[in-house]
């Protein structure tokens, strides 16, 4: 997985490892458009990589990855990945897999649709 992510990074982005399961990739001066179709592209080869593991194709679709941007010029980190958690939280409880955001939340994408399980 950090081998899709490191080949998706944007010039001025940052990665890291948090809560033993979960990769943040910061993509500083990315538009949401950009964020969504980097999200987009590590959804669509996470899967091959995971399954390059020995995990079967249903449970290597058990992937939430979620994206989000400062709400204004006083959000801190702690404030921004509070509601990042909050977003993976609701989505893994309602098993909804793929790309999802609050904007998006209820609609279903593109590539979201053919990964259905």
Same mark, same amino acid.
């Given at each position: 997985m950090s081998d899709v992510c490191f080949s998706n990074l944007t010039p001025?982005?940052?990665?890291?490892r948090v809560d033993k399961?979960?990769?943040?990739?910061v993509l500083n001066g990315t538009n949401?458009?950009?964020a969504l179709a980097i =999200?987009? @592209?590590?959804m669509k080869e996470s899967v091959p990589a995971i399954r390059q593991l020995g995990v079967d194709e249903y449970n290597a $679709?058990?992937?939430?990855?979620?994206?989000?941007?400062?709400?204004?010029?006083n959000?801190?980190?702690e404030s921004m990945w509070s509601r990042?958690?909050?977003?993976?939280?609701? =989505?893994? @409880?309602?098993?909804?897999?793929?790309?999802?955001?609050?904007?998006?939340?209820?609609?279903?994408?593109?590539?979201? $649709?053919?990964?259905?399980?």
């Open positions: 001025n982005a940052n990665i890291g399961t979960k990769i943040v990739m949401r458009e950009k =999200a987009q @592209k590590i $679709q058990m992937i939430v990855i979620t994206y989000s941007d400062r709400k204004n010029v959000d801190t980190f990042l958690r909050r977003h993976i939280k609701t =989505a893994l @409880k309602s098993r909804e897999y793929g790309v999802i955001s609050s904007e998006l939340r209820g609609k279903a994408l593109p590539e979201k $649709q053919d990964s259905k399980i």
